[in-house]
């Protein structure tokens, strides 16, 4: 049904400068309320996605060049990002982007940039419910949060704008495996509490396609392979290149797993 | 003991003010990575306006302050529109360049208005502002400068640290892609930062104006004085700004009154390179907080 869209990628190409072609017609559905993960490795587009679907693209003198981007049924492709935030559309970047000279409070309030009045009291009693480790680093300085707390604090900042579309980058990188397993369990919550729709980009497939309702693996700026998220982790390739479980059924080593040293192509 | 306590005081009240007019400078720095060589100009044209509302216009005083605290706001936001918004995303040399034409065009505008001679407000000031401290005298206009430049440093503190405006700004200025994914209007800290350096230079422009007398030529020039001030205390440093604009004006002022006036000049320069050689980054600069 066409009202349970949330957002569409119609056939996408995006070029950066004018010249650097990195997404060749890339199309993609996000039923509202469901979660979606993007997998793939490095430098297959998927931030690139992310920021054409954010407006972010802008700033990095990245366009679409081809294709539409619909959103509640609106075309928002190569919209300026402070549109696309007050559609609810909020984008936490990869690499947990921190204010580092501001607190851990004032970090959240700037999540409410886009709400009308800024109004942060409440909001903050809901992102410290779902980060209590945030609650007694309130007043520090984000620049000394560790990397766990860092995660927390972007995915909580980004909450405080009341998202509909929460657009999550690589949240598990550099992070322990039981912080990820941690971080992953509070985004299921929010997507099932708040009603939030998420699009996660992933390197940990294993953890994606768990909270996931569905799945896109894209390489090379192509999306090679998509199905429900089950399917997608009975799939052999996948399940060899994504989850670091050969056929065979043995767990490969960890960083095996987080940095694809082995790459596939589909096409 | 008498002479070191006026002179004390003196460089404290000429302090406060260059750090009045450094705030401005450091503001749009902040947010926008922008030197803003106009500066010098932005405090004549504060106090032209002030002059041309309570001299010309004969407004009653308050209203005629209140009127030019506007009027200078709402022409940084026009400034900022017409002139520097065109080219965001150009290189930073550009808009520099662009800063000192802008600079050259208010200097002209304003001789053009107002000619090259000195004006003076009308006497505003009660003369039971002046406060006799022993055998120490402290004129209207230090005390009225002090108390400005102490209730605007506080306004903004808090403004910047608790405001949501203000920790916008400082989003921005800390972290420019992180704030745009937030939606703050990166266009308008800009536009606002700005607005407000063009407030706290009209500040500085009237209470020098009061002081000195009004001349287009010697305000631009004491403009100058942002940038000893400001490379002191750390380009991007608020309370650096501040710390930055008391160690000058003391500098000044003890110079001229124990060793020459011809000197008091040519020292804040003489410490600014000094200090430069120890510590590059300014006395106060933002240390970069390193994750290892
Ligand atoms: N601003 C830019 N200008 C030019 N090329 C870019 C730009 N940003 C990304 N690219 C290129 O686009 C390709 C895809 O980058 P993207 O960041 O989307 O990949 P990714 O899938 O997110 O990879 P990773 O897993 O490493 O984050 C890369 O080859 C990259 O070099
Ligand atoms: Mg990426």
Known sequence: MEDHISLLINNI????????????????????????????????????????????????????????????????????????????????????????????????????????????????????????????????????????????????RALMAHPMLLLLDEPSLGLAPILVKEIFQIIRRINHEQGTTLMVVEQNANMALQIANYGYVMENGKIVLESEAEELRENPDVKEFYLGTAASGALKSYKDVKSYKRRKRWL | MEFFLQLLVNGLSLGFLYALSALGFV???????????????????????????????????????????????????????????????????????????????????????????????????????????????????????????????????????????????????????????LGVHVRRVFALSWAIAFIVAAMSGIILGIINGINVHELSAIGLKVFPVVILGGLDSIGGAILGGVIIGLLETFTGGYISTSLREVIPYIVLILILMVRPYGLFGLVEIERV
């Open chain 1, 13 to 156: 190409s995006v070029v950066y400068s004018d010249v650097i072609q990195v997404l060749k017609g890339v199309s993609l559905a996000i039923k509202k309320g469901q979660v979606v993960s993007l997998l793939g490795s490095n430098g297959a587009g998927k931030s690139t996605t992310l920021k054409a679907i954010s407006g972010l693209l802008k700033p990095e003198n990245g366009k679409v060049t081809e294709g539409f981007i619909e959103y509640d049924g609106v075309p928002v492709q190569n919209s300026s990002p402070e549109e696309i935030t007050r559609k609810g559309i909020i984008q936490v970047l990869e690499g947990r982007q921190e204010f580092k000279y501001l607190t851990v409070e004032e970090n959240l309030r700037v999540g409410t940039a886009t709400r009308w009045g800024k109004p942060y009291q409440k909001d903050l009693e809901l992102v410290y419910h779902y980060f209590p480790a945030l609650l007694a680093r309130k007043r520090s300085k984000a620049g000394y949060c560790s990397g766990g707390e860092l995660q927390m604090l972007v995915i909580g």
């Open chain 2, 27 to 181: 503001m749009i720095f902040k947010s926008s990575s922008v030197l803003n060589l106009a500066h010098g100009e932005l405090l004549a044209i504060g106090a032209f306006m002030f002059l041309a509302l309570s001299a010309w216009a004969n407004l009653p005083i308050v209203l005629a302050f209140a009127l030019t605290l506007a009027g200078t706001f709402a022409l940084g936001f026009v400034v900022e529109r017409l002139f520097l918004r065109p080219l965001i995303g150009e290189s930073l040399i550009e808009v520099i360049m662009l800063t000192l034409g802008l600079g050259i065009m208010f200097k002209g505008l304003l001789l053009f208005i107002f000619g090259g001679d000195i004006h003076d407000y009308p006497k505003f000031l009660p003369e039971g502002l002046s406060l006799q401290l022993g055998a120490i005298q402290i004129p209207s206009v230090n005390v009225a400068s002090f108390i400005i430049g102490i209730v605007f440093v506080i306004l903004f503190g808090f403004f910047f640290k608790y405001s949501s405006q203000g920790i916008y700004m400082r989003s921005v200025a800390d972290n420019q892609p992180a704030a745009l994914s």
